[in-house]
C-alpha cells in the first residue's frame, strides 16, 4: 500500500507531460488502506501510555512536605468523613489544569457552618494547594476551582466546622503528562 | 502594566435569600518559581502569583481564597453567596509582587 504512494510521487517526475491517466491516482481502497494504517501509527503510542499510566495506580507514598503539611493543618485532631464531598476527575490527561470541586454538607448557619477547606496534594513540590475561607452568609459550602498536579497522586481536602471538628474527603488522580511544578 | 483581564459570571438581580452563585477568572500566569536549577542551571525564578482572591458583598466579606502554586494559570474560582439586600460585589485579586486588581458588580435584590 505505501509502495503504491512511492510510485505515484516518481510517476510525475519524469519530463514527459503529464497526461491525466497516467498518473497512478491511489484507488478508493488505497486511501481507506492508507486511513487505517495511518490511525493504528497513531494510537500505538497512546496504548502504550495508558499501560504505563493504569500500572501507576497502585498509589505511590506521599511526600514529607505533604505529611507535615498535614500534620499541621489537623494538629491530631479526629478526622470524619461523609460530609465532605470531592469532586475531581479520576483521569486528568495533562496535570497543568484539573478541574476539581468541593462541596460539604452543612446547614451553613451561624451554629454550624464550614469555616475554612483546604486542599492538598501529596506529591506537590508544595503539598498546600489552597484555602477557601467561608462564613454563615455563604448559604452553601461549594467551592470549584483548577488546581496543577505534578504527578499521579491523592488530592485530599479537609474542610474545618464552626464547631471545631474536621471533615476529609481523598481521591486519587492518575495523571498523563505532569504539570511543570519544581521550585527547588 | 496593563490591569489584568478579569472575568465574572454572576447574576445581575436575586431574590432576598436566595444563593447567588458566582464564577470569577483573572488573568496570570501563576509562575511556580523555582529555587534550584533551571534551565541554564543558575538563574532562579521568583515566584510570581495571585496569593488572594477576597470578595465583599455590600461591605461586608462573603468570601476568601488564599492560593497557593498548586492552583492552575489563569486562576479560576466558583463560590456562592446568599442575597441579602442590594450592594455592590467587590473582587479583589493581590498578587505577590504587590499589585492589586479589583473589579465590582453590582447585585440588585428584589424582597
Request: with cysteine; aromatic share 4%; hydrophobic share 45%.
Amino acid at each position: 500500500m505505501v509502495r503504491s504512494m512511492i510510485d505515484h510521487s516518481s510517476a510525475t517526475n519524469r519530463a514527459q507531460p503529464i497526461r491525466r491517466d497516467m498518473v497512478a491516482r491511489p484507488s478508493r481502497r488505497d486511501m481507506v488502506a492508507g486511513g487505517i494504517a495511518a490511525c493504528a501509527y497513531a494510537v500505538s503510542p497512546l496504548v502504550g501510555w495508558t499501560q504505563i499510566a493504569v500500572a501507576q495506580t497502585v498509589p505511590a507514598k506521599p511526600l514529607a512536605q505533604f505529611e507535615t503539611a498535614w500534620a499541621e493543618l489537623v494538629q491530631g485532631r479526629p478526622l470524619a468523613t461523609g460530609r465532605l464531598t470531592l469532586d475531581i476527575p479520576r483521569l486528568a490527561e495533562s496535570g497543568n489544569s484539573v478541574s476539581l470541586k468541593v462541596a460539604v454538607a452543612s446547614p451553613m448557619t451561624a451554629a454550624d457552618h464550614v469555616q475554612r477547606i483546604h486542599l492538598l496534594s501529596e506529591r506537590n513540590p508544595i503539598a498546600t494547594i489552597g484555602r477557601f475561607h467561608l462564613t454563615p452568609s455563604s448559604g452553601v459550602a461549594e467551592v470549584e476551582t483548577s488546581i496543577r498536579l505534578a504527578t499521579t497522586q491523592n488530592v485530599r481536602a479537609i474542610a474545618e466546622m464552626s464547631d471545631g471538628t474536621l471533615q476529609t474527603a481523598s481521591a486519587e488522580v492518575v495523571v498523563l503528562l505532569g504539570a511543570c511544578l519544581d521550585p527547588g | 502594566m496593563a490591569p489584568r483581564a478579569t472575568r465574572i459570571v454572576m447574576p445581575a438581580t436575586a431574590k432576598s435569600g436566595e444563593i447567588v452563585r458566582v464564577r470569577c477568572l483573572i488573568q496570570h500566569p501563576m509562575v511556580a518559581g523555582s529555587t534550584g536549577p533551571t534551565g541554564d542551571g543558575t538563574s532562579t525564578t521568583a515566584r510570581n502569583i495571585i496569593h488572594t482572591l477576597t470578595v465583599s458583598y455590600a461591605g461586608a466579606d462573603v468570601f476568601r481564597a488564599d492560593y497557593q502554586p498548586g492552583i492552575a494559570a489563569n486562576p479560576y474560582t466558583a463560590f456562592a453567596f446568599r442575597a441579602g439586600a442590594s450592594g455592590d460585589v467587590v473582587f479583589t485579586w493581590s498578587e505577590d509582587n504587590g499589585a492589586v486588581t479589583t473589579a465590582t458588580r453590582r447585585l440588585n435584590v428584589t424582597p
